[in-house]
């Protein structure tokens, strides 16, 4: 779970579904984005959330829901962070990073 400017952000790893909710109405859930075995949140850019997932790739989500792969080639990524310098950095359980965007 992520809280960004005023909402909360949360994955569901079964469904796929990351979803966004104001954190004074927390039971308003809205589905932005679909993705494979979506894990940890973390704030990105411009309003982007970062994530990784099963599926061993780091999305960067759109505040509209659009994503798109950051890197891949792991063989699972368990959350990620972004720093000031705008990098990325992953907890993957395998290395094997290459980076698509």
């Known amino acids: ?6 909402d909360f952000i949360v ?14 109405s927390p039971d308003q859930l ?3 984005a679909q993705l ?3 894990d ?20 960067q989500i759109v505040g509209g829901g659009e ?3 950051f890197a891949s080639g792991f063989q699972e990524v368990r959350g990620v962070a972004y720093d000031a ?3 990325v950095s992953s907890s993957p359980i395998t290395m094997g990073s290459k980076r698509t965007a």
Do not use: C, Y
């Open 1 to 6: 779970m992520l809280a960004a400017k005023g």
């Open 30 to 32: 809205v589905v932005i």
């Open 40 to 59: 940890l949140l973390t704030d990105g850019p411009n309003g982007t959330f970062f994530t990784g997932g099963k599926d061993g790739s780091v999305r």
């Open 67 to 69: 994503w798109s792969e």
């Open 85 to 87: 310098e705008n990098r």
């Open 11 to 24: 994955t569901e790893q079964e469904t796929g579904n990351v979803l966004r909710a104001p954190i004074a």
């Open 36 to 38: 494979v075995g979506p």
